[in-house]
């Protein structure tokens, strides 16, 4: 079973997948280590461990890479962000033939002009309704595995208006798109309509301290949402805990006391030691032969 069909499985049972953010592969073994059932590979977390702010200045090659390495490191699928499908509906058919050979379950693309930026800052722009489903046609076209998701995803809303973002997923809906992706709606009411009034599954971004309020997930379950993607959680997180415990070191002068206590092993056991340490006798003596009359 691959990885896209286990995660078309997870959307068929009942209530809502929440896939936390990853931006490499330690944050993607912690989000499996945590019981979650599927990761989102962040773009925004992916051009910053570049060095680089989510204003589209990540290649498509680039954004591949960081996909490949986070499914290959951990056993549960992995949706990823391909921002815009980097170009035409051309390049939008190669980036989704390059993120399907990564491993990765799905992708979503979505309607902003080149370059784009994060959803939930300002003076976003839009291409033309049918320059994005042309998009749409095409990566579905190009996947050669019919469980590969296609996530539409518009940004319709902060500069077209929300019923413009709503028939933009309705649209993208009707051309096969496998689930659509309202982003940044800007009030609880707009987040409880998605579900309401687009004609198929739908993702919500949760982005604390950006466009969208924040909620309970269990709301946006009761509401009719299938996906919650949580992208900025531990990139955050560990920007945050970096600037205090620099601060502190340079205060203090001695190593401080990091957040939670573990030793050296501990902490490799978090990207599989045990695992790795099994197979340091595993091949040193030779397999069972098996005899020849059997």
Known sequence: MTQASRFRELLRRDGMVTAP??????????????GFDAVYM???????????PDFGLVTMSEMVGNARRIAAAVELPVIADADTGYGNELNVFRTVREYETAGVAGIHIE???????CGHLDDKEIVPRE????????AIAARRDRDFMIIARTDARAV??????????????????????VEAPQSLEEVAAVPRLVKGPCLLNVVYGGKT?????????????KLAIVPGLLV????????????ELKAIHRHPTPPKEMTVREMFQRVGADEWDARR??????????????
């Open 21 to 34: 953010g990853a931006y490499d592969c330690i944050t993607a073994k912690l989000i499996a280590q945590a």
């Open 42 to 52: 962040t773009g925004a977390g992916t051009a910053a461990t570049l060095g680089y």
């Open 111 to 117: 309607d902003q002009g080149f370059p784009k930026k």
């Open 131 to 138: 320059d994005w489903l042309a998009k749409i046609r095409a």
């Open 160 to 181: 077209a208006g929300f019923d413009e973002s709503v028939a933009r997923a309705n649209a993208a809906l009707a051309a096969g798109a496998d689930m659509a992706f």
């Open 213 to 225: 309020p924040d909620l309970d997930l269990r709301e946006a379950e009761r509401m009719g949402y």
């Open 236 to 247: 955050k997180c560990v920007v945050g805990i970096c600037e205090e415990k620099l601060a």
């Open 281 to 294: 006798s595993l091949f040193r003596s030779p397999a069972p032969t098996r005899n020849a009359a059997e």
